[in-house]
């Protein structure tokens, strides 16, 4: 089933699951205004860099289940870093941005990488976005590449545009449900072994004397 985005007015805290991401990618990838696209469907050509980090919620309705979608951008500039170990520990997806127009940001996602891999959990998910693909003419870097680089670390790879919103939802959503497929699977596999359990107790039951 495909997800739905739900109005704002409708939101209640009321959720099945939640689930934490972080943007990361270097200064000016366009970490910012892709969640701003995401979040109010809204794109302005100035920028303005983060300091600290920003938390966005947003609700969204997958087979059936509400999730509450926490999405944390943070600052690419070192200077403006202040995201704890403890944050990266908490998030079960990362996505890793690269600005297509520009090849020192993607040389940097193995450095993005491997911070991943030093401190998020291994159980956690990461995607790549390879964005401002609306800028074609001034594009340093081809779809391939970006394709090979993310096959390189097994994730999934999407080129995605803040200004046209080009593959946004797409990416973020393939993403949640690739999280979301781990936690149902332990889910269900914990069922499993619940149900297993009590089918063996009532055997042991059933073999006792009755009197
Ligand atoms: P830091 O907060 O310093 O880490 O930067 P950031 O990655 O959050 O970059 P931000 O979103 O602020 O965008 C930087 C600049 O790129 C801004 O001028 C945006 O308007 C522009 N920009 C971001 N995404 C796109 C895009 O997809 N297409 C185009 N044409 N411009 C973009
Ligand atoms: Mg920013």
Redo the contacts with the bound molecule.
Sequence with gaps: MEPTIEDESTIIEDYDEKIKIMLL??????????L?KYIENE????????VGFDIQIKFLNINNKRIKLQIS?????ER?RTISKSFYNASEGFII?Y?ITKRESFVNVNNWVEQIKEIAPNYSKSIIFG?????TEMREIEIDEGKELANKFNFKFFE?????GTNINKGIESLVKEILGDIFSVKSSQKETTVLKKKKHNKVKKSEPCC
């Excluded at 794109?43 to 983060?50: A, C, K, L, Q, R």
């Excluded at 951008?73 to 500039?77: C, F, K, L, M």
């Excluded at 964005?131 to 800028?135: E, G």
Aim: aromatic share 8%; hydrophobic share 25%.
């Design positions: 990618g270097d200064s000016i990838v366009g970490k910012t205004s892709l701003r794109f302005s050509p100035n920028f303005i860099n983060t951008d943070t600052a690419g500039q403006y941005v600005d964005n401002k693909c609306d800028l995605t545009s803040a200004k046209d």
